[in-house]
């Protein structure tokens, strides 16, 4: 299994490292340090989110939109792989937000929500189909069957709300590393140790 998770971590990383020398190509820099603040502040920003919304979407609806089934905890509502996963998540937003390979247009609100909610919305589907590969399930599992389990389109505005957090608060926290990996730390620690 440890042979498994390792190759899962090292294709996630294969298309940012693509787009990394795409980017040195074009003579763009890359902040390592905006990258660690992404990485450290969505380490446990995805999982709290994750926690946070399955509660509120319960009550709405009474319901759940998802549930996780490789490495499941909070019974079933995030995963114990969500540090290194919502981190890497977090990475791919970095470099959509501020590494773009191709300058685009301002966009409208519309356009915006559906370019940055759509762009995780595939990460997230490329995600699980590569999981499915390695570990013969789902990595998650979406009980609303409209893109046939892999994902789904309801969670798009969350995607564009977490999107947002993300940017906003990795943004905050940059060059503030001892804080932001401290945070990650206490409530990666929580989120484990109160299951």
Same mark, same amino acid.
């Given at each position: ?7 899962? %971590?090292?294709? /996630? ?9 795409? !980017?040195?190509?074009?003579?763009? /820099?890359?902040?390592?340090?905006? @990258? ?8 446990? +920003? ?13 009550? %709405?609806?009474?319901?759940? @939109? ?19 996963? =919502?981190?890497?998540?977090?990475? #791919? ?5 501020? #590494? /773009? !390979? ?36 789902? +990595? ?18 969350? =995607? ?8 906003? +608060?990795?943004?905050?926290? #940059? ?7 401290? @945070?990650?730390?206490?409530? %990666? ?5 109160? /299951?």
């Amino acid at each position: 299994m440890f042979f498994k998770v390792f190759i899962f %971590i090292i294709i /996630q990383f294969v298309p940012l490292i693509v787009w990394f020398y795409l !980017l040195k190509r074009k003579n763009i /820099q890359v902040d390592w340090r905006l @990258i660690l603040s992404y990485f450290a502040f969505g380490s446990w +920003f995805g999982m709290m989110g994750e926690l946070f919304l399955y509660k509120i979407i319960e009550w %709405i609806f009474h319901m759940p @939109i998802w549930e996780y089934r490789t490495f499941p905890v909070h019974n079933g509502i995030t995963s114990s792989f969500g540090p290194i996963m =919502w981190g890497n998540a977090a990475i #791919y937003i970095c470099f959509h937000k501020n #590494y /773009q !390979l191709f300058p685009l247009k301002k966009k409208n609100p519309i356009k915006s929500f559906l370019f940055e909610s759509g762009f995780l919305l595939v990460i997230e589907m490329i995600f699980n189909f590569v999981a499915y590969f390695l570990f013969n399930d789902y +990595f998650f599992y979406y009980f609303v069957p409209d893109l046939w389990h892999w994902s789904s389109f309801t969670n798009l505005p969350f =995607w564009w709300a977490g999107y947002k957090f993300i940017v906003k +608060f990795s943004s905050l926290f #940059y060059k503030e590393e001892k804080l932001n990996i401290s @945070i990650a730390i206490l409530i %990666i620690v929580v989120l484990f140790a109160y /299951q």
